[in-house]
């Protein structure tokens, strides 16, 4: 155990220690300052539009613009960009160290190539859920101190949802929670693609190819990709949205949870059992 102990505190300052961490930082950071700035000064006017319509069937009153609806929307925002900011990192776990050469001078430490990899992507994890806590004190905290709380006007692609504001906080803990699955996935994927890659730049372009092309195919109601939607990981990334509606869908949300956890495990899998075999000296 201190051995693995070892590692992991060894990955953990490698992924501290590069400079491309940090870009994802930075990338969050701006963007919701930007958006949050935006909606600060022109939102209200923006909404104006949204209320008009509504005021013919509901008496709209309250604080629409809140923090809850800014995060809402900082969410579904930043959950596009946030797999190219995970793949940065991830990406480059173990094609970097072989192009670099350094690859074969870490496996010449006492730990075996399954702690070593399993280490790597505990590491991609972390900087993952450093990440999403980033994202959410950035877009739930900041939010809620600048427009204020109240209810959630939750737009979804069939209904519009009013969520009470006392009845919100545990869904935004789900809510990052599923956003954590859905962005492991991607880390495990990047890290998949690592080990069989020997450069650094191929794995990250891999990763974001994947996912357009698994889009593209969700975008589409044709009954031969309807037989692969369910089973493609990018169907069950914007789950997290689904706990915003009344009544939850629960059975939809536990499944796309099983999902996302089931490409984690093959993922890793997979990496594990191809990095056990790989030939670094060639």
Not at 252 to 278: A, E, M, P, T
Request: proline residues 3%; contains cysteine.
């Amino acid at each position: 155990m201190k051995e693995f102990i070892a590692i992991l505190t060894n990955e953990l300052y490698k992924t501290i220690k590069r400079p491309r961490t940090y870009i994802g930082f930075g990338v969050i950071i701006f963007i919701c300052a930007m958006l949050q700035a935006a909606f600060y000064h022109d939102g209200k006017e923006i909404l104006s539009f949204v209320t008009q319509q509504l005021d013919n069937v509901f008496n709209v009153q309250g604080n629409i613009l809140n923090g809850n609806l800014i995060c809402f929307i900082l969410l579904q925002t930043l959950i596009v960009q946030m797999p190219l900011l995970v793949a940065l990192v991830t990406g480059d776990s173990v094609s970097g160290e072989t192009a670099s050469g350094t690859i074969r001078f870490l496996l010449t430490t006492p730990g075996s190539r399954t702690k070593i990899i399993v280490a790597k992507w505990l590491a991609g994890l972390f900087y993952t859920l450093i990440l999403l806590l980033l994202l959410g004190f950035m877009a739930l905290i900041v939010s809620k101190w600048i427009f204020g709380t109240g209810d959630l006007m939750a737009l979804n692609s069939e209904s519009l949802t009013i969520i009470r504001g006392d009845d919100i906080n545990w869904r935004w803990g789900w809510a990052f929670l599923i956003a954590f699955l859905s962005l492991g996935v991607v880390a495990s994927l990047a890290q998949m693609l690592s080990c069989f890659i020997d450069n650094s730049i191929t794995p990250i372009v891999s990763v974001m190819a994947i996912i357009i092309v698994f889009t593209i195919i969700g975008m589409f109601d044709l009954p031969s990709f309807d037989v692969l939607k369910p089973f493609l990981f990018t169907t069950h990334m914007i789950s997290w949205k689904s706990l915003f509606e009344d009544p939850i869908p629960l059975s939809d949300i536990y499944f796309s949870s099983i999902v996302l956890l089931i490409h984690i495990v093959l993922f890793l899998s997979v990496s594990i059992f191809y990095f056990k075999r790989k030939d670094i000296l060639t």
